[in-house]
């Protein structure tokens, strides 16, 4: 299923889609992202259903899009986009001025990938898009990772620990529970990620695991505690509702090391500027 993506993924001419009802931050987006991705193929689309046309045109790396078209919401897009879209998983960046509310508030679906703050600049929106399309550098981070099986986590482990992440390996959702409340009671969110297999032989499953984390328990959001969630079901339905339930993105089983280091960095990027945001002022 991730096959296509991570072929366009390391290919040098990647596609890039921006949906934004204005011409000006369009063109100055595609100028910015000309700059900083040679060969990047820019889909420049003033409206939800011109992006919807786009969207069978070929294999699409990345979507931004406002959250306000004049033809529709960007929700609204996302949500054709996952229906819709003949490959198997499009990362969909919004782009808007009041995205940390609405993850604070939870007023983001699980259509959505993650957001950019656009207070931030178009040149920084290209930076980050480029880092998600060609990752430069190391991204550091701790990662909880959950993984019953020695094979996979020992392989998985050292993938990560190559490109300079911290792994903090458990075999049980139970035992990520315990590290997540000892953090909590010391004021700490704890991990800058989780990665986690959905079936697990313990009592409690990846999903278990999304629900405790996004619920009332902890009620970390997409935003502050991301969660990759690794998985070797095809099935679009399932996928969906881990999406749902409140991981922030797929990792295809067997794991392909760059599609997991980009993705992990891609969340980790995000997870810090907005954990960085909320702290506050000395």
Same mark, same amino acid.
């Given at each position: ?12 001419? !990647? ?13 100055i987006i595609e100028q910015l992202l000309h700059?900083? &991705? ?23 790396? &990345? ?6 078209? !004049? ?10 986009i996952r229906e819709h879209s003949p490959q ?13 509310? *609405? ?113 009332? *328990? ?49 969340q980790l990027r995000v997870s810090q500027a ?5 702290? !506050?002022? !000395?």
């Amino acid at each position: 299923m991730e096959t296509s993506v991570t072929r366009h993924i390391s290919s040098e001419n !990647p596609r890039v889609m921006v949906v934004d009802g204005s011409k000006v931050v369009r063109k100055i987006i595609e100028q910015l992202l000309h700059q900083d &991705l040679p060969g990047v193929t820019v889909l420049s689309c003033s409206t939800g259903e011109e992006a919807k046309t786009h969207l069978s045109s070929g294999v699409v790396d &990345l979507v931004t899009t406002a959250l306000r078209l !004049p033809d529709m919401d960007g929700m609204e897009l996302a949500r054709y986009i996952r229906e819709h879209s003949p490959q198997a998983y499009i990362p969909i960046v919004v782009v808007s001025g009041d995205v940390q509310q *609405r993850l604070l508030d939870r007023d983001l679906t699980s259509d959505v990938t993650d957001y950019f703050d656009k207070s931030l600049g178009p040149q920084a929106l290209s930076t980050f898009i480029r880092g998600y399309i060609r990752p430069e550098g190391q991204v550091p981070g701790e990662v909880l990772y959950v993984e019953d099986s020695r094979v996979v986590a020992v392989a998985t482990r050292r993938m990560m620990e190559k490109h300079g992440l911290k792994v903090n390996h458990v075999v049980s959702v139970e035992d990520a529970i315990d590290i997540l409340e000892k953090a909590q009671m010391e004021g700490r969110i704890g991990p800058d990620i989780i990665l986690t297999d959905v079936y697990l032989k313990g009592g409690m499953t990846g999903g278990d695991l999304l629900e405790v984390v996004r619920g009332s *328990r902890f009620g970390y959001g997409k935003g502050m505690l991301p969660i990759l969630v690794m998985t070797g079901d095809d099935n679009a339905a399932n996928q969906t509702a881990l999406l749902r339930a409140g991981a922030n993105d797929l990792v295809q089983k067997p794991t392909e090391e760059r599609l997991l280091i980009t993705k992990l960095g891609f969340q980790l990027r995000v997870s810090q500027a907005l954990r960085a945001q909320s702290l !506050p002022t !000395p």
